[in-house]
């Protein structure tokens, strides 16, 4: 019988809740390309080869091997571009939308999704500053929000900011390498 | 018999209707859960499980780009949740076991319920079957073919079903039957 609760018990713990959305997908692309009033969507289809060289650097493989970067233009300007990433964690998966300026770096960081349980930690970490550690990141650069905000927020935001730094790592190595390198 | 609900003594009896109402609690706020991330059709339970996977892509040679304009409202577009084969892993190994505690409890209950033995063992192999119809569903539906959403269906209303008829006759023996005393 104590097997039996015990199992129980770690069950569900273990159990994975219902995502959210913390910030809706046209609210993050306004604030990530701002003033943007055409978009474009650009999908990278990876080989084989180039899907491993990703899955390499940061043991990441896109759905269905396809990276989309959102392209915002404002008339003829390029505004930026924008990734949403996924990390699956073992409470559930988050999502991340990256906005790059022009020149390449970070411009900012959203969380978009979140899972229920998980949604009060990323939302101290927020509060905490995490999303403004990565502004001005370029590719070649490692996010270091969660090292940034620990001891200023308890142990599971800081455990979150760690699977947010993931999908900013992620984003920076997709953008760095496929952006601009392949051509359409 | 020895274990028999009707006769059992009043904390037994109120123990095993506060289990039935716990479960009963869970199973309605599991339906509504299903109802919000996967639905109850065929077609939304094979959207969540079967996913672009079954399109079995084929990975270009070299890396290429298509790019296209979207618009605005291109991005506002509902979403449908998707469980991927990492996912599901997950999911089974976290959920089946639960689902198992939950038929072994509702099995004890059965065996205190003065039934026929076949329909005893009908009840608790309904049990058992429903969540490796519901899981079984899901894999078949990622792995082999959409048509076998309808198993996930089936397997969730067999859960259901066999939750209410476990609790419909528990409760009538344990508080109306005559041959409580």
């Known amino acids: 019988m104590n097997l039996l609760l015990r199992a129980a018990m770690i069950a569900a713990v273990l159990h994975i809740t219902p995502a959210v959305v913390l910030v809706k997908r046209p609210d993050a692309v306004q604030a990530l390309l701002p003033g943007a009033d055409a978009y474009f969507a650009r999908e990278v289809h990876l080989s084989d080869a180039d899907a491993h060289k990703l899955h390499v650097a940061v043991d990441w493989s896109p759905e269905d091997g396809v990276l989309t970067f959102y392209r915002g233009k404002a008339g003829s300007a390029v505004v930026g571009a924008l990734e949403f990433v996924r990390v699956d964690t073992p409470h559930g998966p988050i999502e991340v939308a990256v906005g790059f300026a022009p020149e390449g770096t970070v411009r900012g960081v959203i969380v978009t999704k979140a899972t229920v349980e998980m949604k009060p930690w990323v939302l101290e970490a927020v509060a905490a500053g995490l999303t403004n550690r990565y502004r001005g990141l370029k590719t070649g650069d490692s996010p270091g929000g969660a090292a940034a905000i620990a001891g200023h927020v308890g142990d599971l935001a800081e455990y979150i900011a760690g699977e947010v730094d993931k999908g900013v790592a992620r984003a920076l190595a997709a953008y760095g390498a496929f952006y601009n390198h392949v051509r359409a | ?181």
């Not at chain 2, 009963?24 to 109802?35: E, I, K, P, R, T």
């Not at chain 2, 996977?53 to 084929?58: I, K, Q, T, V």
């Not at chain 2, 004890?108 to 319920?113: D, E, I």
Request: one cysteine or more; glycine letters at 8%.
């Open chain 2, 1 to 181: 018999m020895l274990y028999d609900l009707r006769r059992a003594a009043l904390p037994i009896r109120w123990l095993v209707t506060c289990l039935l109402a716990t479960l009963g609690l869970s199973y309605l706020f599991g339906a509504l859960m299903v109802s919000l991330y996967a639905g109850f059709t065929p077609k939304r339970v094979a959207a969540t499980y079967a996913g672009p996977e079954m399109s079995m892509r084929m990975p270009p040679e070299t890396t290429m780009v298509v790019e296209h304009p979207i618009t605005g409202t291109d991005f506002a577009q509902p979403e449908v949740h998707t469980v991927d084969t990492n996912l599901l892993i997950q999911d089974t190994h976290v959920h089946v076991p639960m689902y198992g505690l939950i038929a072994a409890a509702l099995s004890l209950v059965v065996v205190g319920l003065s039934l026929r033995q076949g329909w005893a063992l009908g009840l608790i192999t309904l049990l058992f079957a429903a969540p490796w119809l519901d899981f079984g569903g899901m894999w078949l539906t990622k792995i082999a073919s959409e048509r076998f959403a309808i198993v996930t269906l089936i397997g969730g209303w067999a859960m259901a079903a066999a939750y209410l008829v476990v609790t419909v006759l528990a409760v009538q023996q344990m508080w109306f039957s005559r041959e409580r005393s």
